[in-house]
């Protein structure tokens, strides 16, 4: 609903009046704000979302501030609208414009993230309520009584609401409007709401536990200076409940707090763990929850009512009325990088948020990212560690299995000493966990007769086979097509083999060899939706399932207590695909899947499949040995002058004509002139030379942390010529893929 003036309390008390010009941010990939005039009767603040006109469009902005610019009279618009909602406070308007600054992204384009589209302005639709306004009616009926009875003079009614509360039919309300005992209200229905209580439902802590709650709330900087923790916790260790804490403290300081969490398979189980402890639902945000409850949570934050979020990495642009704790749980997590639109790191931008909120970040992880680990070491984060599992429980033991002394048998994936413990374990009737981080049947499927292989038509790519859908999937652009009977080459049929395994390939092995145990694979694209995958994973918690075949997505953050082997199919999957984290990766996906093993009263174990058990990342992670693995990388990446020693920009020339992309890629390099501190490495292809039918050249700047890399990129870009055409430049800060 769009009204003239907002009814929201403002938190500049300066309103621009009629006449004069501001500057509006709009949904547009241009360097700065446009002016637009105020027209007569509109009330206008610092901060209030707006409708203007751009080209023959209205779109939605937001006030920036006065507009210093001289436009002229004749050419300058008017605010079409004011948009009924609470205008966006100064520290998420400067946050915005710090993104916008550091990602080199229009502002507009990050000040969309905020203000989304025009359905998250909407209110619901007003409904007819009743309420008592006159004498009792003549003819009392006992169904009228009844209606009398229940209602409290001065509350107000949904007619079928306040129906079912007396145990009559809506015509019996109908009847007493008619009489004059009652009167018809129109309302705003406000989203019925439970406020968290920090005090409902405390757990008991450990004394390991209850040290780092009191680091947390009570030995933080006192001069309101930004402060960041490190929740370091080994898998188990409960940084939920230590976290939990810390959110009790920030509401009973009357703040709101934000966690943010990089998968919506996890949020199902933490919003009933959060209900446990606070006795009330806190607002959800991502990309599963529907446009009504996007509406009230967006709306519900702005106005200070809902006081937490669980969300994605997109919750972090909700505008918050006072915000006073961020948590990114399993900030490692890559999955915390946006690269489409603006290519932003949630978990960096939430420690800048909360420097503009004067809010406290929590980072929580049992496998911190390197860049974490180095600043917590520089003191500049501070640094809370869990080393023990909750209840005493010990890690999961580790093993490799040597695939090249036992490998698997022909045809098959899982080699005897896995497919023994798999047995064990079925015999005890425990669980296990069979771990592949690749999803469908094979990854590649070729023709056994001519050699050919299949690949995605719009990408450099493979398709991957799907057997439960009989089809051939691009994972890289999602194109889909039926498997083909005969080999499109050569015409043969019968001749088409898979190669390699995924998880549904692992499943049908597992079936084979255990005909009796119940199987259940889980991957994101086996998903019917949160709420199918929601109850699988109950099923898994409530040991419904004896063998579960899963990719990352069962990796890490869920508790199975009767889960009590994790074997890890192909732990060199993730080394060296030309990625400088590929090591972090691995180290953190292994200790995390192997984390799930042995959570509850059993001993949990866990076996690696590998052809490279010495290799150093393997060998720290068996003896868990942290300080190891993250002593080494430290080291290597000092070495070879990468993140986060050296800060690195993408920048990705793309486009449907192959030489024209080569050709401004190479006019890039070639107007360059980096400072001496600055090297502009390739053009390239890029790994994926094409994606969604476009081609890809690749230039990567490396450069010093501060601003001077970002600098000189801003710099060198406007000194370009204009990318013609189809043809797209995207810059990557600290990009994560190097795809
Ligand atoms: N103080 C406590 N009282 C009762 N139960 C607890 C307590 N601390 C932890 N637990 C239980 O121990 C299990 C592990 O806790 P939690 O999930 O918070 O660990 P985590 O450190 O987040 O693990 P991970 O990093 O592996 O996901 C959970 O079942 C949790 O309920």
């Known amino acids: 609903m769009l009204a003239s003036s907002p009814s929201h309390s403002i938190d ?48 939605l902005g937001t006030v920036w501030g006065a507009s210093q610019d001289e436009v002229n009279p004749s050419r300058l618009k008017p605010i079409e609208q004011i948009v009924d909602a609470p205008p966006i406070r100064a520290p998420l308007r ?24 025009d359905d998250l302005m909407q209110r619901d639709p007003p409904v007819t309520a009743v309420r008592k306004a006159g004498a009792p009616p003549e003819r009392i009926t006992p169904a009228r009584a009844r209606v009398l009875d229940v209602m409290v003079d001065g509350d107000v009614y949904t007619k079928s609401g306040l129906a079912d509360l007396a145990g009559v039919s809506t015509a019996v309300i109908d009847g007493l409007v008619k009489a004059g005992t009652l009167e018809k209200i129109t309302i705003q229905r406000e989203p019925g709401r439970i406020e968290p209580d920090p005090d409902f439902d405390p757990r008991t802590l450990t004394e390991g536990q209850a040290d780092a709650v009191h680091e947390l709330i009570a030995e933080g900087p006192k001069d309101g200076s930004l402060d960041v923790a490190l929740l370091e916790g080994v898998t188990g260790s409960g940084k939920t409940e230590v976290y939990f804490e810390a959110i009790a403290n920030t509401l009973r300081e009357g703040r709101q707090a934000l966690i943010l969490l990089p998968e919506i398979a996890l949020t199902a189980a933490l919003l009933d763990r959060f209900a446990e402890r606070f006795g009330a639902m806190p607002g959800e945000w991502h990309s599963g929850i529907t446009p009504k409850t996007r509406r009230q949570v967006w709306r519900g934050v702005a106005e200070g009512k809902v006081k937490v979020v669980i969300g994605a990495r997109s919750a972090l642009y909700l505008p918050f009325e006072d915000l006073g704790l961020i948590i990114i749980d399993e900030e490692h997590e890559a999955a915390y990088k946006q690269e489409e639109w603006v290519s932003y790191n949630a978990r960096d931008m939430a420690i800048v948020r909360a420097r503009f909120e004067k809010a406290q970040v929590i980072l929580a992880s049992a496998t911190p990212s390197v860049e974490s680990r180095i600043n917590a070491k520089a003191g500049r984060y501070r640094h809370i560690p869990l080393p023990a599992r909750y209840g005493a429980r010990p890690l999961p033991s580790l093993s490799a299995i040597d695939l090249r ?28 966990l069979l771990f592949l981080n690749r999803r469908g049947y094979a990854p590649l499927t070729l023709c056994r007769t001519c050699g050919h292989r299949f690949e995605c038509v719009m990408c450099s790519a493979w398709l991957v086979q799907h057997r439960f859908t009989q089809t051939l999937n691009c994972h890289h652009c999602g194109h889909i097509e039926p498997m083909p009977k005969a080999c499109p080459e050569c015409g043969n049929t019968d001749s088409l083999v898979p190669s390699g395994p995924g998880v549904e390939r692992i499943a049908e092995e597992v079936a084979t060899r255990f005909p009796d145990a119940r199987t259940l694979v889980l991957s994101s694209d086996m998903m019917g939706g949160p709420k199918r995958l929601k109850a699988e994973l109950e099923a898994v918690a409530a040991g ?29 999957v993730g080394f060296g695909q030309g990625d400088p984290r590929a090591s972090e990766r691995t180290f953190q996906l292994l200790t995390q899947v192997t984390g799930r093993a042995g959570r509850a009263d059993k001993p949990g174990i866990g076996l690696i499949q590998t052809h490279m058990p010495d290799h150093p990342v393997l060998q720290a992670l068996l003896a868990h040995d942290t300080e190891r693995f993250y002593t080494l990388e430290e080291e290597a990446r000092r070495r070879a002058y990468l993140p986060p020693f050296v800060r690195f920009v993408a920048v990705i020339v793309s486009g449907t004509d192959v030489a024209g992309v080569k050709a401004h890629a190479n006019h890039l390099k070639a107007i360059a002139r980096p400072p001496e501190t600055i090297d502009v490495l390739g053009p390239v292809e890029a790994p994926l030379a094409m994606l969604r039918g476009r081609h890809r050249q690749r230039l990567l700047v490396r450069g010093p942390r501060g601003r001077e890399t970002q600098s000189f990129v801003k710099s060198w870009l406007a000194r370009a010529d204009k990318a013609r055409g189809d043809m797209r430049i995207d810059v990557d800060v600290d990009p994560q893929s190097f795809v």
């Open 544 to 572: 419904e399932v004896d063998i579960v075949v899963g990719t990352q997505l069962v990796a890490k953050g869920h508790n199975f207590p009767g889960l009590t082997l994790v074997g890890v199919v192909d732990a060199d």
């Open 12 to 59: 500049s008390p300066l309103a621009h009046t009629a006449g004069s010009n501001v500057a509006v941010v709009v949904p547009a990939p241009m360097p700065t704000a446009l002016t637009y005039r105020v027209g007569e009767g509109q009330t206008i603040v610092d901060g209030s979302i707006v409708k203007v006109p751009l080209g023959r469009r209205l779109v």
């Open 405 to 432: 002394r036992t490998p698997p048998e022909r045809g098959t994936w899982l080699a005897p000493p896995l497919v023994e413990a798999v047995r064990d374990t079925l015999e005890r009737g425990e669980q296990s």
């Open 94 to 117: 400067a946050f915005v414009d710090w993104v916008a600054d550091w990602t080199l992204a229009a502002p507009g384009m990050v000040a969309r993230m905020v203000t989304r589209g």
